[in-house]
């Protein structure tokens, strides 16, 4: 069984990673700072990972044929390319851990009053785990068929919050 994901899916769940922590995470930090003036600064970073989500897919457009491993492999060597595959799982892993905790603050503040961090990571790791055992080729696929949905949302959401 093929278990590869495509390199327009992979953007799509790195694109989906970006905007949920965006719209999660930022917002409610930022606005202690910068007031109403917080939406141009989210929308600066977006424009920032954006750019980089893009250099991301040109070099994988480029190099079709070798895997990221691979090129990092043969343009830095093995050692370098291992320190850079650990930052950069620290850094998602990072983002992740935002992510998922301003989730789980919102359901406990808005939703679910009585909801524990607890019970919250255990199902939500539960979800994880079976949609994994499904074959990343599953998450890929839902990925490229929500990014319309996240970006229809998001516009849909500046639209709204631009006149306050």
């Known amino acids: 069984m093929n278990e590869k994901i495509s390199g327009n899916q992979l953007c799509a769940i790195i694109f989906i990673l970006i905007t949920s922590n965006k719209l999660l995470v930022l917002p409610s930090i930022l606005y202690d700072c910068t007031a109403n003036d917080t939406i141009f600064y989210v929308l600066g970073m977006f424009i920032f990972d954006l750019f980089c989500l893009l250099i991301c897919a040109y070099v994988n457009k480029k190099w079709k044929n070798q895997t990221f491993l691979e090129r990092c492999d043969k343009v830095f060597g093995a050692n370098i390319t291992k320190i850079l595959c650990f930052v950069i799982f620290a850094y998602f892993a990072f983002k992740t851990f935002l992510t998922f905790k301003e989730t789980q603050n919102f359901l406990s503040t808005t939703i679910y009053v009585d909801l524990s961090a ?12 079976y949609i994994s055992s499904r074959g990343m080729r599953n998450v890929g696929r839902v990925a490229e068929v929500f990014t319309p949905v ?3 949302g998001i516009l849909v959401s500046f639209l709204l919050a631009f006149p306050q």
């Not at 607890?118 to 785990?129: C, D, N, P, R, S």
């Open 150 to 152: 996240v970006i229809i």
């Open 118 to 129: 607890f019970t919250f990571i255990v199902l939500f790791v539960m979800v994880a785990v």
